[in-house]
Protein backbone atom coordinates (compact mmCIF):
# COMPACT_ATOMS: atom_id res chain seq x y z
CA UNK A 1 0.00 0.00 0.00
CA UNK A 2 2.42 2.88 -1.31
CA UNK A 3 -0.37 5.65 -0.67
CA UNK A 4 -0.61 5.94 2.80
CA UNK A 5 -3.75 7.26 3.82
CA UNK A 6 -6.62 6.63 6.78
CA UNK A 7 -8.39 3.82 4.60
CA UNK A 8 -4.57 2.46 3.91
CA UNK A 9 -3.95 2.60 7.70
CA UNK A 10 -6.89 0.85 8.71
CA UNK A 11 -6.25 -1.98 6.06
CA UNK A 12 -2.67 -2.45 7.53
CA UNK A 13 -3.36 -2.54 11.44
CA UNK A 14 -6.62 -5.39 10.31
CA UNK A 15 -4.20 -7.63 8.61
CA UNK A 16 -1.36 -7.25 11.04
CA UNK A 17 -3.70 -8.56 13.85
CA UNK A 18 -5.17 -10.78 11.55
CA UNK A 19 -2.23 -12.46 10.70
CA UNK A 20 -1.36 -11.94 14.94
CA UNK A 21 -4.03 -14.03 15.58
CA UNK A 22 -3.31 -16.79 13.05
CA UNK A 23 -5.14 -15.52 9.82
CA UNK A 24 -3.42 -15.45 6.76
CA UNK A 25 -3.65 -11.61 5.28
CA UNK A 26 -3.69 -11.21 1.68
CA UNK A 27 -4.08 -7.77 -0.03
CA UNK A 28 -5.14 -6.70 -2.84
CA UNK A 29 -4.31 -3.14 -3.72
CA UNK A 30 -3.99 -0.84 -7.23
CA UNK A 31 -0.20 0.12 -7.71
CA UNK A 32 0.47 4.01 -6.76
CA UNK A 33 0.55 6.78 -9.21
CA UNK A 34 3.53 8.44 -7.75
CA UNK A 35 5.06 6.33 -5.09
CA UNK A 36 6.82 3.05 -6.81
CA UNK A 37 8.86 2.08 -3.68
CA UNK A 38 6.97 -1.39 -2.30
CA UNK A 39 6.93 -1.72 1.25
CA UNK A 40 8.11 -4.63 3.30
CA UNK A 41 5.03 -5.97 5.09
CA UNK A 42 4.16 -8.81 7.53
CA UNK A 43 1.86 -9.89 5.23
CA UNK A 44 1.25 -10.71 1.00
CA UNK A 45 0.22 -7.81 -1.44
CA UNK A 46 -0.72 -8.29 -4.57
CA UNK A 47 -0.42 -5.26 -6.85
CA UNK A 48 -2.65 -4.66 -9.51
CA UNK A 49 -2.52 -1.91 -12.54
CA UNK A 50 -4.59 1.33 -11.77
CA UNK A 51 -8.00 1.10 -14.30
CA UNK A 52 -7.98 3.79 -16.76
CA UNK A 53 -11.58 3.87 -16.17
CA UNK A 54 -14.32 3.10 -13.29
CA UNK A 55 -16.37 2.07 -15.28
CA UNK A 56 -15.55 0.07 -18.35
CA UNK A 57 -11.79 -1.30 -17.27
CA UNK A 58 -12.08 -3.16 -14.30
CA UNK A 59 -11.85 -6.51 -16.05
CA UNK A 60 -8.38 -6.97 -14.66
CA UNK A 61 -9.48 -6.62 -10.74
CA UNK A 62 -11.95 -9.25 -11.58
CA UNK A 63 -9.12 -11.27 -13.02
CA UNK A 64 -6.95 -10.49 -10.43
CA UNK A 65 -9.57 -11.66 -7.60
CA UNK A 66 -10.33 -14.93 -9.55
CA UNK A 67 -6.95 -15.94 -9.93
CA UNK A 68 -5.99 -14.87 -5.91
CA UNK A 69 -8.90 -17.11 -4.59
CA UNK A 70 -7.96 -20.56 -7.17
CA UNK A 71 -4.10 -19.55 -5.15
CA UNK A 72 -5.46 -18.97 -1.63
CA UNK A 73 -8.95 -20.28 -1.14
CA UNK A 74 -10.19 -16.90 0.82
CA UNK A 75 -12.70 -17.60 3.25
CA UNK A 76 -13.96 -13.61 3.07
CA UNK A 77 -13.29 -11.22 1.03
CA UNK A 78 -13.62 -7.62 2.63
CA UNK A 79 -13.43 -5.29 0.32
CA UNK A 80 -12.67 -1.06 1.89
CA UNK A 81 -14.25 0.19 -0.64
CA UNK A 82 -17.74 0.38 -2.13
CA UNK A 83 -17.12 1.11 -5.74
CA UNK A 84 -15.25 -0.06 -7.55
CA UNK A 85 -13.65 -3.36 -5.77
CA UNK A 86 -16.81 -3.97 -3.56
CA UNK A 87 -18.87 -3.81 -6.65
CA UNK A 88 -16.67 -6.20 -8.44
CA UNK A 89 -16.18 -8.56 -5.04
CA UNK A 90 -19.84 -9.00 -4.95
CA UNK A 91 -20.69 -10.05 -8.38
CA UNK A 92 -18.79 -12.76 -7.78
CA UNK A 93 -19.80 -13.91 -4.45
CA UNK A 94 -22.05 -16.30 -5.70
CA UNK A 95 -19.33 -17.62 -8.17
CA UNK A 96 -16.48 -18.10 -5.42
CA UNK A 97 -19.04 -19.07 -2.99
CA UNK A 98 -17.29 -16.66 -0.67
CA UNK A 99 -18.95 -13.89 2.01
CA UNK A 100 -18.49 -10.28 0.97
CA UNK A 101 -18.07 -7.24 3.13
CA UNK A 102 -17.53 -3.68 2.27
CA UNK A 103 -16.26 -1.06 4.89
CA UNK A 104 -16.68 2.75 3.42
CA UNK A 105 -14.34 4.94 5.07
CA UNK A 106 -16.34 8.06 3.70
CA UNK A 107 -14.99 8.94 0.37
CA UNK A 108 -16.55 6.68 -2.03
CA UNK A 109 -20.48 6.98 -0.38
CA UNK A 110 -20.90 10.69 0.81
CA UNK A 111 -22.94 12.74 -1.49
CA UNK A 112 -19.05 14.84 -3.13
CA UNK A 113 -17.81 11.24 -4.41
CA UNK A 114 -17.63 10.89 -8.40
CA UNK A 115 -18.94 7.75 -7.60
CA UNK A 116 -22.13 9.41 -6.59
CA UNK A 117 -22.06 12.04 -9.18
CA UNK A 118 -22.66 9.47 -12.34
CA UNK A 119 -25.53 7.44 -12.40
CA UNK A 120 -24.19 4.66 -13.78
CA UNK A 121 -21.52 4.29 -10.59
CA UNK A 122 -24.05 4.90 -7.98
CA UNK A 123 -26.53 2.55 -9.31
CA UNK A 124 -23.67 -0.27 -9.15
CA UNK A 125 -22.41 1.51 -5.52
CA UNK A 126 -25.65 0.89 -4.44
CA UNK A 127 -26.33 -2.70 -5.81
CA UNK A 128 -23.19 -3.54 -3.84
CA UNK A 129 -24.18 -2.11 -0.70
CA UNK A 130 -27.61 -3.78 -1.12
CA UNK A 131 -26.33 -7.19 -2.25
CA UNK A 132 -22.94 -7.50 0.15
CA UNK A 133 -23.09 -9.90 3.21
CA UNK A 134 -22.25 -6.90 5.21
CA UNK A 135 -21.68 -3.19 4.71
CA UNK A 136 -19.54 -1.33 7.74
CA UNK A 137 -19.27 2.07 7.95
CA UNK A 138 -16.48 3.57 10.61
CA UNK A 139 -19.14 5.98 11.82
CA UNK A 140 -22.98 6.05 12.63
CA UNK A 141 -23.13 9.09 9.75
CA UNK A 142 -21.37 6.77 7.20
CA UNK A 143 -24.03 3.92 8.52
CA UNK A 144 -26.68 6.20 7.57
CA UNK A 145 -25.71 7.36 4.29
CA UNK A 146 -25.42 3.55 3.49
CA UNK A 147 -28.86 2.91 4.31
CA UNK A 148 -30.32 5.88 2.55
CA UNK A 149 -28.38 4.65 -0.62
CA UNK A 150 -29.66 1.06 -0.32
CA UNK A 151 -33.32 2.12 1.20
CA UNK A 152 -32.56 -0.10 4.17
CA UNK A 153 -31.89 -3.39 2.14
CA UNK A 154 -28.25 -3.29 3.47
CA UNK A 155 -26.96 -5.87 6.29
CA UNK A 156 -24.97 -2.34 7.75
CA UNK A 157 -23.72 -1.85 10.92
CA UNK A 158 -20.95 0.05 12.74
CA UNK A 159 -17.35 -0.91 13.32
CA UNK A 160 -15.00 2.39 14.34
CA UNK A 161 -11.70 2.48 13.74
CA UNK A 162 -8.96 2.22 16.21
CA UNK A 163 -6.15 3.21 17.56
CA UNK A 164 -2.42 2.29 18.57
CA UNK A 165 -2.11 2.71 22.45
CA UNK A 166 1.74 4.43 23.08
CA UNK A 167 4.55 3.14 24.17
CA UNK A 168 6.68 4.81 26.87
CA UNK A 169 8.92 5.22 24.16
CA UNK A 170 9.91 9.46 23.33
CA UNK A 171 9.71 9.24 19.69
CA UNK A 172 12.43 11.40 17.81
CA UNK A 173 11.49 15.44 17.21
CA UNK A 174 11.35 16.22 13.45
CA UNK A 175 14.78 17.74 11.98
CA UNK A 176 12.69 20.70 10.73
CA UNK A 177 10.79 21.40 14.39
CA UNK A 178 13.78 22.46 16.31
CA UNK A 179 12.45 25.77 16.95
CA UNK A 180 9.59 24.25 18.99
CA UNK A 181 12.02 21.96 21.63
CA UNK A 182 10.79 22.69 24.98
CA UNK A 183 7.79 25.16 23.97
CA UNK A 184 4.44 24.63 23.65
CA UNK A 185 2.95 24.06 20.14
CA UNK A 186 -0.34 23.47 18.75
CA UNK A 187 -0.71 20.37 16.34
CA UNK A 188 -2.40 19.02 13.15
CA UNK A 189 -1.74 16.29 11.77
CA UNK A 190 -3.38 14.27 8.05
CA UNK A 191 -3.46 15.21 4.40
CA UNK A 192 -3.41 18.52 3.19
CA UNK A 193 -6.67 18.90 1.06
CA UNK A 194 -9.32 21.31 1.17
CA UNK A 195 -11.72 19.13 3.32
CA UNK A 196 -9.62 19.37 6.37
CA UNK A 197 -10.11 23.27 6.65
CA UNK A 198 -6.39 24.27 7.45
CA UNK A 199 -7.31 27.55 5.65
CA UNK A 200 -9.59 28.29 8.50
CA UNK A 201 -7.21 27.37 11.05
CA UNK A 202 -4.88 29.52 9.19
CA UNK A 203 -7.19 32.43 9.49
CA UNK A 204 -7.89 31.52 12.97
CA UNK A 205 -4.45 31.99 14.17
CA UNK A 206 -4.35 35.36 12.52
CA UNK A 207 -7.51 36.53 14.60
CA UNK A 208 -5.77 35.76 17.54
CA UNK A 209 -2.78 37.83 16.26
CA UNK A 210 -4.20 40.16 15.39
CA UNK A 211 -5.69 40.61 19.08
CA UNK A 212 -2.43 40.72 20.61
CA UNK A 213 -2.77 37.09 22.17
CA UNK A 214 0.50 35.48 22.29
CA UNK A 215 -0.06 32.28 20.88
CA UNK A 216 2.63 29.04 21.07
CA UNK A 217 3.77 27.65 17.48
CA UNK A 218 1.32 25.81 14.87
CA UNK A 219 2.63 22.94 13.55
CA UNK A 220 0.78 21.28 10.39
CA UNK A 221 1.97 17.45 9.79
CA UNK A 222 0.94 16.15 6.70
CA UNK A 223 1.48 16.80 2.41
CA UNK A 224 -1.47 17.00 -0.21
CA UNK A 225 -2.35 19.24 -3.13
CA UNK A 226 -3.32 21.85 -0.71
CA UNK A 227 0.50 22.55 0.31
CA UNK A 228 1.21 25.20 -1.84
CA UNK A 229 -1.85 27.31 -1.26
CA UNK A 230 -1.46 26.86 2.76
CA UNK A 231 2.43 27.99 2.75
CA UNK A 232 1.38 31.14 0.45
CA UNK A 233 -2.10 31.72 3.02
CA UNK A 234 0.51 31.82 5.81
CA UNK A 235 2.47 34.17 4.48
CA UNK A 236 0.05 36.51 3.26
CA UNK A 237 -1.36 36.18 6.68
CA UNK A 238 1.95 37.05 8.19
CA UNK A 239 2.14 33.97 9.78
CA UNK A 240 5.84 32.55 8.93
CA UNK A 241 7.23 33.01 11.97
CA UNK A 242 4.68 30.55 13.85
CA UNK A 243 3.71 28.42 11.66
CA UNK A 244 5.22 25.27 10.54
CA UNK A 245 4.85 22.68 7.87
CA UNK A 246 6.99 19.27 8.69
CA UNK A 247 5.65 17.42 5.16
CA UNK A 248 4.82 13.83 5.72
CA UNK A 249 5.53 12.42 9.19
CA UNK A 250 5.72 9.37 9.83
CA UNK A 251 6.65 6.76 12.92
CA UNK A 252 8.69 8.21 15.86
CA UNK A 253 8.66 11.75 14.50
CA UNK A 254 4.89 11.61 14.30
CA UNK A 255 4.66 9.84 18.01
CA UNK A 256 6.98 12.78 18.86
CA UNK A 257 4.88 15.76 17.56
CA UNK A 258 1.81 13.72 19.44
CA UNK A 259 3.09 13.16 22.63
CA UNK A 260 4.54 16.53 22.85
CA UNK A 261 1.58 19.26 21.55
CA UNK A 262 -0.68 21.14 23.99
CA UNK A 263 -3.17 20.41 22.15
CA UNK A 264 -4.75 18.85 18.28
CA UNK A 265 -6.93 20.64 16.26
CA UNK A 266 -8.95 18.47 13.40
CA UNK A 267 -11.03 21.60 11.74
CA UNK A 268 -12.37 19.45 8.47
CA UNK A 269 -15.34 20.49 6.41
CA UNK A 270 -15.75 16.43 6.04
CA UNK A 271 -14.65 13.56 7.62
CA UNK A 272 -15.54 9.50 8.34
CA UNK A 273 -13.86 9.01 11.45
CA UNK A 274 -10.48 10.27 11.33
CA UNK A 275 -7.69 8.09 12.76
CA UNK A 276 -5.64 11.42 13.87
CA UNK A 277 -7.99 12.26 16.58
CA UNK A 278 -8.19 9.48 18.13
CA UNK A 279 -3.91 9.23 18.02
CA UNK A 280 -4.29 12.77 19.70
CA UNK A 281 -6.43 11.05 22.14
CA UNK A 282 -4.27 8.19 22.86
CA UNK A 283 -1.64 10.59 23.56
CA UNK A 284 -3.72 12.38 26.38
CA UNK A 285 -4.53 15.17 24.20
CA UNK A 286 -7.33 17.28 24.23
CA UNK A 287 -9.17 17.92 20.45
CA UNK A 288 -10.25 20.81 18.85
CA UNK A 289 -12.56 19.28 16.07
CA UNK A 290 -16.04 20.18 13.96
CA UNK A 291 -19.48 19.38 14.56
CA UNK A 292 -19.69 16.92 11.63
CA UNK A 293 -19.94 13.65 10.81
CA UNK A 294 -17.45 11.40 13.13
CA UNK A 295 -15.71 14.28 15.12
CA UNK A 296 -18.63 14.30 16.64
CA UNK A 297 -18.73 10.82 17.60
CA UNK A 298 -15.42 11.21 19.27
CA UNK A 299 -15.01 14.55 20.57
CA UNK A 300 -17.54 15.27 23.21
CA UNK A 301 -18.12 18.82 23.80
CA UNK A 302 -16.61 20.42 26.83
CA UNK A 303 -15.55 16.45 28.31
CA UNK A 304 -12.53 15.85 25.96
CA UNK A 305 -12.23 18.75 23.75
CA UNK A 306 -14.09 21.88 22.01
CA UNK A 307 -16.32 21.82 19.04
CA UNK A 308 -17.42 24.50 16.56
CA UNK A 309 -18.68 25.17 13.38
CA UNK A 310 -16.92 23.63 10.54
CA UNK A 311 -15.40 27.07 8.04
CA UNK A 312 -16.08 29.21 10.87
CA UNK A 313 -12.63 31.04 11.86
CA UNK A 314 -13.66 32.91 14.84
CA UNK A 315 -15.15 30.21 16.48
CA UNK A 316 -12.23 28.07 16.04
CA UNK A 317 -9.87 30.85 17.19
CA UNK A 318 -11.97 31.50 20.44
CA UNK A 319 -12.00 27.79 20.89
CA UNK A 320 -8.21 27.59 20.99
CA UNK A 321 -7.92 30.65 23.40
CA UNK A 322 -10.35 28.45 25.39
CA UNK A 323 -7.98 25.32 25.97
CA UNK A 324 -4.90 28.15 25.88
CA UNK A 325 -5.85 29.70 29.37
CA UNK A 326 -8.47 27.30 30.77
CA UNK A 327 -7.35 24.97 33.52
CA UNK A 328 -10.10 22.62 33.09
CA UNK A 329 -7.70 21.07 29.79
CA UNK A 330 -6.47 18.31 32.31
CA UNK A 331 -9.75 17.05 32.99
CA UNK A 332 -10.12 16.58 29.30
CA UNK A 333 -6.59 15.26 28.36
CA UNK A 334 -7.77 12.43 30.89
CA UNK A 335 -11.39 11.93 29.34
CA UNK A 336 -9.32 11.67 26.03
CA UNK A 337 -7.19 9.30 27.23
CA UNK A 338 -9.93 6.93 28.85
CA UNK A 339 -12.13 7.32 25.34
CA UNK A 340 -8.86 6.10 23.31
CA UNK A 341 -8.15 2.96 25.31
CA UNK A 342 -11.70 1.31 24.67
CA UNK A 343 -10.95 1.70 21.06
CA UNK A 344 -7.57 0.13 20.73
CA UNK A 345 -7.03 -2.36 17.40
CA UNK A 346 -7.19 -5.77 19.52
CA UNK A 347 -10.48 -4.41 20.14
CA UNK A 348 -11.35 -3.26 16.89
CA UNK A 349 -9.71 -6.30 14.84
CA UNK A 350 -11.89 -8.88 17.61
CA UNK A 351 -14.86 -7.06 16.28
CA UNK A 352 -13.93 -7.68 12.60
CA UNK A 353 -13.25 -11.47 13.45
CA UNK A 354 -16.65 -11.52 15.20
CA UNK A 355 -17.92 -10.54 12.20
CA UNK A 356 -16.73 -12.74 9.45
CA UNK A 357 -17.36 -16.21 12.31
CA UNK A 358 -20.72 -15.21 11.75
CA UNK A 359 -20.98 -14.95 8.04
CA UNK A 360 -19.10 -18.11 7.78
CA UNK A 361 -21.82 -19.97 9.77
Known amino acids: MPDIGGMEVVLDKLARHFQHRGHKSIVIAQRSRHNTEIPKLPYKVIYYPRPRSSVWLLQYVKHVLIREHKRHRFDIIHSHLAYPNGYIATKLKKKLRVPVIITSHKGDIIPESRYRQRLITR ?47 PGLMPENCVQVSGKDFILTLGRLHHYKGLDVLLNAVKLLRDQR ?149
Open 123 to 169: KRMCWALENADAATAVSSVLKNIIDELTLNKANSFVIPNGVDIPTDK
Open 213 to 361: IEIPYLVIAGDGKEMANLQRQATDLGLNDKVIFTGAIFGDRKNWLLRNCKFFLQPSRAEGMPLTILEAMAYGKAVIGTKIGGISELVTNEENGLLVEPGDSMALSKAILTLLTRSKIAQMQKHAKAFASKMSWPVIADRYLELYRELLM
